[in-house]
Every structure is written in structure tokens, then in C-alpha cells.
């Protein structure tokens, strides 16, 4: 399996676009989980999805946040408008059933300028 | 919410020594995990362990549920264990992984 594939790896953005970050989890696995990283903040969970409904956003900080899973292969957090304290590395995690562990993609770096 | 407390914050090694990280959580957990953040970012999963002891290669690692800690042990240490070393876990009431500030480590050969 080729793991966990997170695209943009990099994206620099001005203020005010949207931004769109993609996830496509590990096949077969049915828990689909969004954090964020930042120097000081450390890694903070956003939102997560078990069989593609979304079961806990309260770590959304606000409503410029949206994230979607259509299917079991795909899941988007877009940011629209987009600020300059959103940059950050964000990683996209997959399990089964949250056992076995977690396993992360390579994150998305996002700067907005 | 679960607490998750790492310690030490830093650590530095002459390469060839060994070392222990510990991670506290505050409630029982039906999910731990260790990860290594290499310079380049990524979150390697090192072991999943919400019980009992494994070991893999230099790395091993022991969690004892019921007293509420997990130990992360390295040995032999070479330049390519630097990075931040993260402890994550899920409470049994919780709903997806919370994770330790980390440990920072450094090697030098």
C-alpha cells in the first residue's frame, strides 16, 4: 500500500484565497482524522471521520474551516478566505477502526502570505 | 480532556548511548502510540502499545496501563534517531489520538 498520500506537499497563498488540501487514506481503513501542527500549538486535532460522517469537528477553529469526505478514498479541508495564522503543516491520518494505530501522510505545508 | 505530559523536553546524546523517554496520561487510554518526527517533517509510526512491551530492532518500548505511564527506550543511539519523539494517546472516552509536546532529540557523532 502507498500509505497515506496528502496533496499539495507545499502551497504558499496570499491572504484572503481559498485553499483546498487533499487526502486519500489507506484502503480499507474506515477512520479518517485532520491536525494541524504549529510551533505553538504542537499537533492538534481538527476533525475526524468514521465511514466518511464526520464525528467530531470541535477542533475546527473556525468556520473559514470546512472539511468533506465524498467516499471512503478521499477527503478535503479547505480554508476560505485564508489568513496568515493558518500556516502550518497539516496531516491527514487514517486507522480501522482506530486500532493498530494511526498512520499519517507526509502533510501539506501551507504558508499564507 | 486526556493529558498527555513527555518528558525530558530535550535530550542530547553522544552517539552509542542509550536513553529512556517517558510519557504520563492522565486517564486509562484505549490507544498509544510512539512517533518519530524526522528533520524532514514526517511522522513515523514507531510502535502502537496501549499495553504491555515490544521491541523492534534498537527501539522498544513498554506501557503500563494501569499505572498510567509508557517508556520509550533507544539504544546504541546514532545520528539518524535525532528529531522529536511524540507520544499519542486515546482515552477510552476519548475520540482520536491527542499528542505529548515530544521530545527533542539531538545525536552527535
Known amino acids: 500500500d502507498a500509505g497515506v498520500i496528502q496533496s499539495p506537499r507545499h502551497e504558499v497563498t496570499e491572504m484572503g484565497q481559498e485553499v483546498t488540501l487533499r487526502c486519500k487514506p489507506i484502503?480499507?481503513?474506515?477512520?479518517l482524522f485532520w491536525y494541524r501542527q504549529t510551533m505553538m500549538r504542537g499537533l492538534e486535532l481538527l476533525i475526524y471521520?468514521?465511514?466518511?460522517?464526520?464525528?467530531?469537528d470541535s477542533g475546527m477553529p473556525e468556520d473559514r474551516f470546512s472539511a468533506k469526505m465524498p467516499n471512503a478514498s478521499f477527503s478535503t479541508l479547505k480554508i476560505q478566505p485564508s489568513e496568515p495564522r493558518d500556516s502550518a503543516v497539516y496531516f491527514c491520518?487514517?486507522?480501522?477502526?482506530?486500532?493498530?494505530?494511526?498512520?499519517f501522510g507526509s502533510g501539506t505545508r501551507l504558508t499564507v502570505v | 480532556g486526556i493529558q498527555v505530559e513527555q518528558s525530558p523536553p530535550d535530550l542530547i546524546l553522544q552517539e552509542g548511548a542509550n536513553s529512556t523517554l517517558r510519557c504520563n496520561f492522565s486517564?486509562?487510554?484505549?490507544?498509544l502510540q510512539w512517533f518519530h518526527q524526522n528533520p524532514w517533517g514526517q511522522l513515523i509510526n514507531l510502535f502502537y502499545?496501549?499495553?504491555g512491551t515490544k521491541q523492534n530492532g534498537r527501539l522498544s518500548a513498554t506501557t503500563v496501563a494501569t499505572e498510567r505511564y509508557s517508556l520509550l527506550y533507544i539504544s546504541s543511539s546514532q545520528t539518524t534517531d535525532s528529531g522529536v519523539y511524540f507520544c499519542?494517546?486515546?482515552?477510552?472516552?476519548?475520540?482520536?489520538?491527542?499528542f505529548g509536546k515530544g521530545t527533542t532529540l539531538s545525536v552527535s557523532s
Open positions: 491520518a487514517s486507522s480501522f477502526g482506530g486500532t493498530g494505530g494511526y498512520t
Open positions: 484502503s480499507g481503513h474506515n477512520s
Open positions: 471521520f468514521n465511514n466518511n460522517v464526520p464525528i467530531d
Open positions: 486517564d486509562s487510554v484505549n490507544n
Open positions: 502499545i496501549p499495553s
Open positions: 499519542a494517546v486515546e482515552s477510552q472516552a476519548g475520540t482520536a489520538l491527542i
